[in-house]
């Protein structure tokens, strides 16, 4: 018996799906026509740890893409400015100590640095944004869900001037290219506020040191953020990685009290607080209504519906089982893959009437109804290998909402017309291994990235999918 435990299986998972003979089971084979459709994504949920600025033109569509963000800054718990004593020279407290010392404190500048990693377009296009205060009135609560469609003007108070303006491009050109090239270099957008914005937050920290014991009270009270709002410009997309606010001032110490020390503030845009980003997609309409193919566009752009042939792979194989069902979707290469937008690396297959809880309720795929894929660049496809389980699972719901409500077959589905369709939804994926190395996913969120492709299919080309059956002799 043990013998014929260790040679039962093998590696080899070519079959994966079929029975063998010797079980006494029968395959059988079919393909099946699957009809698919470009959908416009509309809003969708967008996470917090990047942001995106800019607007751009897709090449190869010849749609547009626009983005701004508004952020909040972190401020770390029972965070502490020098003594006060120490914002003097040692003279002045001794022989001219201010009436009123808070109102004679000031910074020295204060700044607001945009960090990116990487960004897309023309480095050396300029770009105008202008800088809003975020409204006291109305703060970006931490349990509130933000959508790409967000209306960011709701954050700031009506009839507000904006506080900097900035006209840069990608690349700065204020630097050498030994400064641009160094290794210690970071690429930034440095915006100058006026100093008493930061004399403002300085003062107020000696009046009321409470509103510095945490991110929650900081914004409250001392700060709620900014709206970077793009005035003008076009060809350039920048990928956001964090900003800060840094307040720059001088203060004295006793070991040295005629000279004054540069010392900086620091606050900073963090996953701990809230950051969220509009976009807005124009132009789509043409894309959605072409029947020669299908289209994936991120950000919030568009997704491709899948219809699944339910009815037709369970017809006259009632007593059979579905042991496999593969579907690809094959992607056109593009024209010029060096002006071209990006591909997504991962796509999300769930049922259309999930589309939005999925990522509302932060799900991961379950193999169930959804599934995840990743593009592989040899065959230029996605694959899902293997969804006979929603396909069970679709026929099964039916029978059972038609018992259940009593409808006919064809009653029951002009009722629940979404019933057999999916969407395919690029998106990003984290995964965690556990102590077994066993690999599984974290998250699923929505890719913000710019990508744009096109698949095999639309109205007039139906793609295909492979259902390999089983039943016993």
């Known amino acids: ?75 770390q718990e029972n965070y502490r400015f020098p003594d006060m004593e120490s914002m003097f020279p040692i003279d002045t407290l001794l022989s001219q100590q201010p009436e009123h010392p808070i109102d004679s404190i000031r910074c020295d500048s204060v700044e607001v640095r945009l960090y990116f990693d990487s960004y897309y377009g023309d480095g050396s296009n300029p770009m105008k944004v202008e800088v809003y205060p975020l409204s006291f009135g109305c703060i970006m609560e931490e349990d509130s869900v933000f959508y790409s469609n967000i209306d ?21 050109y204020n630097l050498s290219d030994s400064e641009l090239n160094s290794s210690t270099h970071s690429n930034n957008i440095r915006i100058v506020l006026p100093d008493t914005f930061g004399t403002r937050i300085m003062q107020q920290y000696y009046r009321e040191p409470l509103s510095f014991k945490d991110a929650y009270t900081f914004i409250r009270k001392v700060f709620p953020g900014f709206y970077f709002k793009l005035k003008s410009g076009s060809g350039n997309m920048i990928y956001m990685s964090v900003s800060t606010v840094n307040i720059f001032f001088s203060y004295y110490t006793p070991e040295h009290p005629d000279s004054a020390i540069s010392a900086m503030g620091r606050f900073a845009s963090t996953p701990e607080v809230i950051q969220s980003t509009r976009f807005v997609n124009d132009d789509m309409q043409q894309l959605v209504e072409d029947n020669t193919c299908t289209y994936l566009k991120t950000p919030a752009g568009i997704c491709t519906e899948v219809t699944l042939p339910v009815n037709d792979v369970f017809l006259n194989h009632e007593s ?23 591909t ?31 593009f592989d660049a040899t065959y230029n496809t996605y694959t899902f290998s293997n969804i006979c389980r929603l396909l069970t699972y679709l026929q099964r719901e039916k029978k059972a909402g038609m018992a259940s409500e009593g409808l006919s077959e064809t009653q029951w589905e ?20 556990d102590a077994y190395g066993y690999s599984y996913q974290t998250s699923v969120t929505h890719d913000m990235d710019m990508n744009s492709i096109r698949l095999v299919g639309g109205a007039s080309k139906p793609i295909q999918m492979q259902v ?6």
């Open 1 to 75: 018996m043990a013998a014929v435990c260790l040679i039962a299986c093998t590696e080899d998972t070519n079959t994966m799906g079929l029975y063998p003979d010797s079980d006494n089971i029968i395959n059988s084979y079919a393909m099946y026509d699957v009809s698919t459709r470009s959908l416009e994504m509309g809003a969708v949920r967008t996470a917090s740890d990047i942001n995106y600025l800019g607007e751009i033109v897709d090449p190869e569509t010849g749609t547009r893409i626009r983005s701004e963000f508004a952020a909040q800054y972190f401020c």
């Open 152 to 172: 960011l003007n709701q954050f700031v108070d009506e009839g507000t001037q904006p506080i900097a303006t900035k006209v840069f491009s990608p690349i700065d």
């Open 414 to 433: 002009a009722a629940h017309p979404d019933w057999n369709k999916c969407v395919l939804i690029p998106v990003k994926t984290s995964t965690t291994t």
């Open 468 to 473: 390999i059956y089983s039943r016993f002799r």
């Open 344 to 374: 997504p690396e991962t796509v999300l297959l769930v049922r259309k009437s999930e589309m939005k809880s999925f990522f509302d309720n932060k799900e991961v795929s379950n193999s169930l109804t959804s599934y995840t894929t990743t």
């Open 320 to 342: 059979d089982s579905v042991s496999k069902a593969q579907l690809t979707l094959t992607r056109y290469n593009k024209a010029d893959d060096s002006y071209a937008l990006g």
